[in-house]
């Protein structure tokens, strides 16, 4: 009798083929970062609770790829054949906002020992994006680690005119207004001896959730040698592969055993991902060529 209700609910499910990445971010973190004192202008013990839930994420999901943090946003990667809850958009998204937010609240304790918290809890929000080449992919975490490098050149400049320059916001604002990556480097080390390229990599470069070696199964490639272990098969499109089931879960089991590392680098440059061909093929010892 109840059950035309069903008829209400529309499908959501994500095109195939295509690379899937859920970005969340803080809800209100300007306020939340106030409200408990996080140091300007990075706070290590934020980014490190940051980075521990986003390993969380991970260790629970096997099927993601990869993930990338800055500040109070992370972007979680899934292969183009990631077939986890029938690519339905609302569950992967729901998903990861809810297991980050569990694991953000419960690990708190253990980065802000002296700062219980107290409503309003920390809460994100997220959404999915769908990319349908590799190229569209590693642009999207180009822009992002890109924009990490920005902000942060920004935001030090900023807090080293207002902790150690003695300016007040607007007039720090008003000086930074204009100016190049150039200018905000002439100023931190003309002025405050701060040479930023002696800044730690985790601000300047953001962080990088991956599995890591193990064993035989994540081998380092050397750059300009991945054309080697290209799989002809995996530039089929998702219906054209179709993995037996087995295999899909001997390999789910072979990522889920594997390490999980953050690691601070450079994931513009080719050879991140030449180094690493299992990211994009999402198989170990592989990577696919575009089509």
Same mark, same amino acid.
């Given at each position: 009798?109840?059950?035309?209700?069903?008829?209400?609910?529309?499908?959501?499910?994500?095109?195939?083929?295509?690379?899937?990445?859920?970005?969340?971010?803080?809800?209100?973190?300007?306020?939340?970062?106030?409200?408990?004192?996080?140091?300007?202008?990075?706070?290590?013990?934020?980014?490190?609770?940051?980075?521990?839930?986003?390993?969380?994420?991970?260790?629970?999901?096997?099927?993601?790829?990869?993930?990338?943090?800055?500040?109070?946003?992370? @972007?979680?990667?899934?292969?183009?054949? $990631?077939?986890?809850?029938?690519?339905?958009?609302?569950?992967?998204?729901?998903?990861?906002?809810?297991?980050?937010?569990?694991?953000?609240?419960?690990?708190?304790?253990?980065?802000?020992?002296?700062?219980?918290?107290?409503?309003?809890?920390?809460?994100?929000?997220?959404?999915?994006?769908?990319?349908?080449?590799?190229?569209?992919?590693?642009?999207?975490?180009?822009?992002?680690?890109?924009? $990490?490098?920005?902000?942060?050149?920004?935001?030090?400049?900023?807090?080293?005119?207002?902790?150690?320059?003695?300016?007040?916001?607007?007039?720090?604002?008003?000086?930074?207004?204009?100016?190049?990556?150039?200018?905000?480097?002439?100023?931190?080390?003309?002025?405050?001896?701060?040479?930023?390229?002696?800044?730690?990599?985790?601000?300047?470069?953001?962080?990088?959730?991956?599995?890591?070696? @193990?064993?035989?199964?994540?081998?380092?490639?050397?750059?300009?040698?991945?054309?080697?272990?290209?799989?002809?098969?995996?530039?089929?499109?998702?219906?054209?592969?179709?993995?037996?089931?087995?295999?899909?879960?001997?390999?789910?089991?072979?990522?889920?055993?594997?390490?999980?590392?953050?690691?601070?680098?450079?994931?513009?440059?080719?050879?991140?991902?030449?180094?690493?061909?299992?990211?994009?093929?999402?198989?170990?010892?592989?990577?696919?060529?575009?089509?």
């Amino acid at each position: 009798r109840y059950e035309y209700v069903k008829s209400f609910e529309q499908p959501d499910l994500l095109l195939p083929n295509t690379w899937i990445v859920i970005r969340i971010d803080g809800k209100g973190f300007h306020k939340f970062s106030t409200k408990y004192s996080f140091e300007k202008p990075n706070d290590r013990r934020a980014l490190d609770l940051m980075n521990a839930a986003a390993k969380a994420v991970m260790t629970e999901l096997p099927d993601i790829v990869i993930a990338y943090g800055i500040s109070d946003e992370y @972007s979680f990667v899934f292969h183009k054949s $990631c077939a986890l809850f029938e690519r339905r958009s609302s569950k992967l998204v729901t998903t990861i906002v809810s297991i980050f937010t569990a694991y953000y609240v419960h690990l708190w304790s253990s980065f802000f020992p002296e700062t219980p918290l107290s409503p309003p809890l920390p809460s994100f929000d997220g959404r999915a994006v769908q990319y349908p080449s590799m190229q569209n992919l590693r642009d999207y975490m180009s822009w992002r680690q890109v924009d $990490c490098h920005i902000n942060n050149l920004y935001n030090t400049t900023f807090w080293a005119l207002i902790q150690i320059g003695g300016l007040d916001a607007k007039s720090a604002e008003k000086e930074l207004s204009g100016s190049m990556a150039a200018d905000k480097n002439e100023i931190l080390f003309s002025r405050f001896k701060i040479n930023y390229n002696n800044e730690p990599e985790i601000y300047k470069k953001g962080s990088v959730v991956l599995r890591d070696v @193990s064993g035989s199964q994540y081998e380092l490639v050397e750059p300009g040698s991945a054309s080697e272990v290209i799989d002809e098969d995996l530039v089929k499109t998702v219906e054209q592969v179709a993995l037996s089931k087995t295999q899909e879960e001997n390999d789910k089991k072979r990522r889920a055993k594997a390490r999980i590392t953050v690691q601070h680098v450079d994931i513009i440059k080719d050879e991140f991902w030449e180094r690493r061909p299992w990211l994009l093929s999402n198989k170990p010892g592989k990577i696919p060529k575009e089509p």
